[in-house]
């Protein structure tokens, strides 16, 4: 069970109960004001020596009555909170998906920086930055000079990590790998 379903069944028990609560008390309230009426009309007062008056018994049953309400509009918090506020379990473990994939992503690309130099790191994390990067821009990037910065493209297009494209008089350097 979900925590909406939860919730609203929660809300939906404590209304119940406070209204049954309610027709209780009305009872109990009409019980004893026809006990104190007999009492008054056979012996003149609400009670009788020694005996407790109807009005102090009522009392005592509605201080436990209006507990009882008091703990049904806690259990109706409850509810409603669980039904209006709460993220199901389902939208829980959604984000911890979600997390995991992040989290993949970051541990494939780690071991992909492990097998590679320091230039070569330099270059995917920038191709990763901006992927169909241009040599020129790449270049002031990664503060690598451009012969050099070419045979690195050349060894990172043989190892299959990274392709170039012609466009134009420049060339995009894109990732050829998914993370």
């Not at 379990?89 to 979600?98: D, F, G, M, P, R």
């Amino acid at each position: 069970m979900d925590n909406k379903t939860l919730g609203l069944a929660l809300m939906g028990a404590a209304i119940f109960m406070v209204v049954l609560l309610f027709f209780i008390r009305a009872g109990m309230v009409a019980s004893f004001e026809v006990q104190a009426e007999e009492s008054i009309a056979e012996i003149g007062t609400c009670h009788a020596d020694g005996d407790e008056c109807p009005h102090e018994q009522m009392q005592g049953g509605q201080l436990l009555i209006f507990l009882a309400v008091a703990v049904m509009f806690g259990v109706l918090s409850l509810g409603a909170y669980l039904y209006f506020f709460e993220r199901s379990q389902k939208e829980i473990v959604a984000s911890l998906n979600k997390r995991e994939t992040v989290l993949k992503k970051d541990e494939k690309l780690k071991i992909l920086l492990m097998g590679l130099d320091s230039y070569e790191k330099k270059i995917i994390n920038a191709v990763i930055d901006q992927d169909g990067i241009t040599q020129q821009t790449l270049r002031l990037r990664t503060d690598i000079h451009k012969s050099k910065l070419s045979l690195m493209l050349d060894s990172l297009e043989k190892k299959g990590l990274v392709k170039r494209v012609a466009k134009g008089k420049t060339k995009q350097v894109y990732l050829k790998i998914r993370l």
